[in-house]
């Protein structure tokens, strides 16, 4: 079975670059106003687990389509041979500098790959297209016609109506706007164009299907792994006992509000990693806070003892003297000893554990306060950060790699997301209050993560 | 490695839990393309994940990762096996402190049942306790509180105090390897705890065992004489009970192994009372069965059964752990989905620039006022020669001499035609080509304004003028952009005659 090859051919600035862009998903893909941006033939083989299915060729624009037909015209013998034309005219032109471009879009054609033809479909048809056809029917390879209406205006029927002429396959294909659905029907359209190359394409959507599937379990993943984060994230600053804690709050709260963002971006970077969007820059408005009071403020001990720790400690010490005490009574106090020698110890530790802070040992004190931001009590806040996180996936899965410009967040545009159905609202908000009563769960990433694929799988 | 066996679960664990920690900081389209070449050639004949993890962690080893599992997991057995000797040794070391007698004072059996049987069961409580597990420990009153208290007097709450005392250079490194070993412990939390349970059971066997080995070797190697004593104040009866109840698994197929009433009251030593009087001589020395059967099923028994316990639960919580811990799913969704990449292998190479240099000046040319004007219509701009001719004429104030056609549909030889007839025209001093604004100015365009230049000479002015078209089909000036191309490209022919006019109703070029 040969590999099924597609040159993806135009006249220059037509969006060839752009369909490749989208099919590849590849925001490397040079797209540019210019015409002749694309000087080289670039191969974007299509590789599931090191075998090659399938592979796109951009190639550049026709320069002189109506010289190079003339040159074929003159050469032609019968209409039986018109591939072997195409194919000397290679074969003259190849390293000259009279038809450099044909040459390189012409002999990925003539070494047998089908042809998707692209043209504009919101700018008028124009007669010196035809030369451009002309050619490629030559070729005597499979082809399709492909309208990728690049501007607002719609010309696309006179578009249709021509290529019908050229084309046995024609179809209208937004490289910038088009679905994944979209992406793989026009990948199935390919299968039409050769029996022979079927089955694969059939299979390469599979293994579309299945790597997008991926893409949205990874990114829910990462959006999951984020929110547990931020919601158990607490920032700790150890001041001196006679510390005025109202002044070192600005900082810590800073702190804690950078190291939010931190964790959110780094989410955001990774959902757009699985996505292959390498060049996306961002605009987003800051994620705000939303506790009313987001400190506590508690005391420190030396030696890594906390209050509770001390209190754990002296209630120890109490339960043995006092269990001497029951022994004594050979029993008959019915461990009132112990229970009471619990009671007084543990008292005493929780005393003392204030007192302590105070006491100094060669110079250095012994305790202090401590000041301490986080974690996040607001009920909402997870539904905040959860809708961001919902928005921006949608956004980045729906972008295809042919679309440049920043990724805009903020603004109106900030979360039109519709809501939630009942279950996954009711699942969200027991993950939600697992995290805030600090349940232990073995795995609550996961689970939310669950939760979160099935949402993304619904706006999909 | 050649001949080496596959490591055990607990080693596989371990190195499963290290490299992913290895693996936290690595893109994942790189992992998901190593791990995929990995277990690929395995694809159908993993019979489950548990299999397919370790192949991958197998492949791992063979490209040359290094894994700590084997050394961490012989690591164990040595310390499995150091703890069972030196229970042995402490054990043996206990009963020969507490049978001891030099014939001044009888070996006291209430000492040796308070350290192998109530001391024993004081300890399998605790750890019963710890045992139990989260969720039931919630329902159990005073389980939770009584697993915390435990759980502070581990050695672990050392290492806070220990970092303190670290320089301060060293400190945040050490408390962040510390930290990334308690997220490990936390990860596999029940494997940790029954492989700390089988680590202190394998010592408390050794213990018992030890002790019951010199408890038979003195009775066997030495004449011991046993007696019972107590401050409190002694009750045969009560104490008969009490052996009675300690002996009942064994009393019925080993009678001389449960002390009687008589014995019992025969061997009570009093401070006071003269050494051995008031019973029979081998009357002191028959405690001996019961006090190893109380040895054996109090304490070496319930020990061995801990143990085996503890052992199956470790391997069973390993076997669960290593499919189900946090991040193995990660790992087994990379082994088990294609690795898809659709990108270009290269990097594309920056395309030169066409347009050439770009020179000054060009649009500082004009045509005299009222001149003659000749048209080409280039590429077939959809408007009939009259209508064309009309509204140029009118817009720039020209008379329009001309209107001819090339490109688009026409052949090379009519184009060839054209430069010729306008070359001649020489009472039409300037050449207009409109041409259309959204398409790119290709090298066809180029050729032929070089063509055209080459026939007419230096002279005469040539006009470029990109048009668009309204939705009514009229003349519309053209988008900036596209002029903006146009312009860039045209300047490189460094033609000093040749000028670039956007249509403009009105505007005279």
Same mark, same amino acid.
């Given at each position: ?271 757009? &990693? ?62 009132? =000893? ?24 060669? $110079? ?94 619904? $706006?999909? | ?33 190593? $791990? ?274 503890? =052992? ?30 659709? &990108? ?62 090339? =490109? ?12 010729? $007839?306008?070359?001649?025209?020489? =009472? ?75 249509? &403009? ?5």
């Amino acid at each position: 079975m040969s590999l099924p090859v597609f040159a993806v051919v135009g006249h220059p600035n037509k969006g060839k670059s752009s369909i490749v862009a989208t099919l590849a998903s590849d925001d490397s893909v040079e797209i540019g106003p210019e015409p002749g941006t694309t000087t080289r033939c670039r191969r974007y083989p299509m590789v599931v687990d090191g075998e090659e299915l399938y592979a796109l060729v951009d190639t550049p624009g026709f320069q002189r389509a109506r010289r190079a037909l003339h040159w074929m015209k003159q050469h032609e013998t019968s209409a039986d041979l018109h591939a072997d034309v195409a194919r000397r005219f290679l074969e003259a032109h190849r390293g000259q500098d009279s038809f450099p471009d044909e040459c390189e879009l012409l002999q990925p054609i003539l070494d047998g790959a089908g042809i998707l033809y692209v043209v504009d479909g919101s700018v008028p048809y124009g007669e010196e297209y035809e030369p451009e056809m002309e050619i490629l029917r030559w070729t005597g390879r499979p082809s399709l016609g492909l309208i990728n209406p690049i501007g607002p205006a719609d010309h696309i029927e006179s578009w249709r109506s021509a290529l019908g002429q050229f084309f046995k396959v024609v179809r209208v294909f937004n490289a910038v706007a088009a679905e994944f659905q979209k992406r793989v029907d026009l990948i199935r359209a390919f299968g039409q164009l050769n029996e022979e190359w079927r089955a694969r394409l059939d299979r390469v959507v599979v293994s579309l299907e299945g790597d997008r599937r991926r893409k949205r379990r990874l990114s829910a993943r990462a959006a999951a792994e984020a929110l547990v984060e931020m919601l158990a994230h607490r920032v700790e600053r150890r001041l001196p006992s006679d510390a005025d804690t109202a002044a070192a709050r600005p900082a810590i709260e800073e702190e804690f509000r950078e190291d939010l963002r931190r964790f959110e971006q780094r989410a955001r970077d990774i959902v757009e &990693q699985c996505y292959s969007h390498r060049r996306i820059e961002r605009r987003e408005e800051a994620l705000q806070l939303l506790d009313e009071d987001l400190f506590a403020e508690t005391t420190w001990l030396r030696f890594g003892l906390s209050r509770r720790e001390i209190m754990a400690t002296g209630a120890m010490g109490g339960a043995a003297t006092g269990a001497i005490v029951d022994a004594h009574f050979g029993g008959a106090s019915m461990l009132a =000893g112990t229970l009471l020698g619990a009671g007084i110890g543990a008292t005493v530790g929780w005393w003392t554990a204030d007192r302590l802070v105070t006491v100094k040992i060669l $110079d250095l004190p012994l305790g202090g306060k401590r000041l301490v931001a986080g974690p996040t009590r607001n009920a909402s806040f997870p539904h905040v950060v959860f809708n961001r996180a919902r928005y921006h996936h949608f956004l980045v899965s729906h972008r295809t790699h042919a679309t440049r410009g920043d990724l805009i967040l903020t603004g109106d545009r900030a979360h039109p997301m519709p809501a939630l159905d009942k279950e996954d609202r009711a699942a969200l908000e027991g993950v939600f209050d697992r995290l805030r009563k600090r349940r232990g769960e073995p795995d609550i990433v996961g689970r939310l993560a669950e939760v979160i694929e099935r949402v993304f799988d619904k $706006d999909e | 490695m050649v001949g080496m066996t596959r490591p055990c679960l607990l080693a596989s664990l371990v190195d499963l839990a290290v490299q992913m920690q290895r693996d936290a900081d690595r893109p994942e389209a790189e992992l998901h393309r190593r $791990d995929r070449a990995l277990v690929r050639p395995l694809e159908g004949g993993a019979s489950s994940h548990r299999e397919l993890l370790m192949a991958w962690l197998e492949g791992l080893r063979a490209g040359g990762e290094a894994m700590p599992g084997r050394s961490f997991s012989a690591a164990c057995r040595v310390l499995v096996l150091s703890l069972a000797v030196l229970g042995l040794a402490i054990g043996w070391g206990a009963a020969a402190a507490l049978f001891f007698y030099d014939g001044t004072r009888p070996v006291n059996v209430v000492h040796v049942l308070a350290v192998f049987v109530a001391g024993q069961w004081l300890l399998l409580l605790l750890l019963g306790i710890v045992m139990i597990p989260d969720r039931w420990a919630r329902w159990i009153p005073g389980a939770g509180a009584v697993q915390e208290t435990l759980a502070l007097l581990s050695p672990g709450q050392l290492v806070r105090l220990a970092i303190r005392f670290v320089p301060r250079s060293a400190r945040d490194r050490l408390a962040g390897t510390v930290a990334s070993g308690a997220g490990n412990l936390l990860q596999f939390k029940k494997v940790w705890k029954w492989a700390v349970i089988f680590a202190s059971q394998s010592f408390a066997v050794g213990f018992n065992a030890g002790a019951l080995a010199a408890c038979l070797y003195l009775v066997t190697f030495s004449d011991l004489a046993f007696s019972w004593s107590t401050t409190l104040e002694p009750d045969v009866e009560v104490v008969h009970r009490l052996t009675q109840t300690l002996s009942a698994p064994w009393s019925r197929w080993a009678p001389d192994a449960a002390p009687s009433a008589d014995l019992i009251r025969e061997t009570l030593y009093y401070r006071q009372t003269r050494p051995l009087s008031g019973a029979a001589p081998e009357r002191w020395g028959q405690w001996w069965p019961f006090l190893a059967a109380c040895m054996i099923v109090y304490g070496l028994v319930p020990r061995m059964v801990l143990l085996g316990l503890a =052992g199956w639960r470790l391997h069973g919580s390993a076997r669960r752990a290593f499919i189900e811990a946090p991040g193995v799913a990660v790992v087994l969704d990379r082994l088990t989905s294609e690795w898809v990449t659709t &990108q270009a292998a290269n990097p594309e190479s920056k395309s030169p620039d066409r347009s050439g240099a770009v020179l000054e000046a060009l649009e500082g040319s004009s045509l005299a006022d009222g001149s003659p004007l000749c048209l080409v219509n280039w590429g077939g701009i959809e408007m009939s020669d009259e209508m064309l001719a009309s509204r140029v004429g009118e817009s720039w104030n020209r008379r329009i001499a001309s209107v001819r056609h090339a =490109g688009g549909r026409a052949s090379i030889e009519s184009d060839g035609r054209v430069i010729a $007839d306008i070359a001649a025209a020489t =009472g039409e001093p300037g050449v207009a080509v409109l041409v259309k604004s959204w398409e790119p100015p290709i090298l066809e365009v180029i050729d032929f304004l070089r063509e055209l230049r080459q026939a007419i000479g230096p002279g005469r002015i040539l006009i470029i003028a990109p048009v668009a078209l309204d939705p009514a089909g009229g003349l519309a000036p053209p988008r900036d952009a596209d002029l903006g191309q146009w312009r860039k490209r045209l300047r490189s022919l460094g033609d000093p005659a040749l000028v670039v006019r956007g249509w &403009q109703e009105g505007e005279t070029p």
